[in-house]
T-cell receptor, first 112, second 114 residues
Framework: SQQGEEDPQALSIQEGENATMNCSYK?????LQWYRQNSGRGLVHLIL?????REKHSGRLRVTLDTSKKSSSLLITASRAADTASYFC????????????FGSGTKLNVKP | EAGVVQSPRYKIIEKKQPVAFWCNPI?????LYWYRQNLGQGPELLIR??????VDDSQLPKDRFSAERLKGVDSTLKIQPAELGDSAVYLC?????WGEGGYTFGSGTRLTVV
């Protein structure tokens, strides 16, 4: 399946530390997205990175994409307790811009 | 601007009963998705609409699930009859026209089948 797979499954850090989550996928893509999901809530779109981009920033978030390795990473700098959530990557099917597959997510716990 | 609105927020039903979920997408979003999310897993696509046309329903269990999007706006997802294994969160999402990515999700309906 094309589903992205996040690594690690769970991550626990202290407030102020950086958090890095990785996503690997199997086939070529057009776009890759990262989402955050707080417990009991819907997913919130964080960043979309296109296959011809290598890095994007949004506030304390930094996303990289390495298409040769079929992998992406999400870095959250200076983490806060409010960053505690599950983070998912979503990859498209390459030939279909509007169909995305989600991985199982990384559960991040930021301890105050 | 209101986000994607889903109702009900929670639903508990007995197995073999019918259930329906409703979704109102963001105004102007042509594409609407229904996803199912099991505990500890990522969302899995059930069906995707472009306007009122279901363009991808390959993962919708058609023996018991049905969906409609009348007039290309609101959508309803129905399960009849529900089974214990249908317990999950049902998420609706919408996005602008083809190729622009970035879904907006609703808060979901948590279904418990007992």
């Amino acid at each position: 399946s094309q589903q992205g797979e996040e690594d690690p499954q769970a991550l626990s850090i202290q407030e102020g530390e950086n958090a890095t989550m990785n996503c690997s996928y199997k086939t070529s893509i057009n776009n890759l997205q990262w989402y955050r999901q707080n417990s009991g809530r819907g997913l919130v779109h964080l960043i979309l990175i296109r296959s011809n981009e290598r890095e994007k920033h949004s506030g304390r978030l930094r996303v990289t994409l390495d298409t040769s390795k079929k992998s992406s990473s999400l870095l959250i700098t200076a983490s806060r307790a409010a960053d505690t959530a599950s983070y998912f990557c979503a990859t498209d099917a390459g030939n279909n811009f509007n169909k995305f597959y989600f991985g199982s997510g990384t559960k991040l716990n930021v301890k105050p | 601007e209101a986000g994607v609105v889903q109702s009900p927020r929670y639903k508990i039903i007995e197995k073999k009963q019918p259930v329906a979920f409703w979704c109102n997408p963001i105004s102007g979003h042509n594409t609407l998705y229904w996803y199912r999310q099991n505990l500890g897993q990522g969302p899995e696509l059930l069906i995707r609409y472009e306007n009122e046309e279901a363009v991808d329903d390959s993962q919708l269990p058609k023996d018991r699930f049905s969906a409609e999007r009348l007039k290309g706006v609101d959508s309803t997802l129905k399960i009849q009859p529900a089974e214990l294994g249908d317990s999950a969160v049902y998420l609706c999402a919408s996005s602008p026209r083809w190729g622009e990515g970035g879904y907006t999700f609703g808060s979901g309906t948590r279904l418990t089948v007992v």
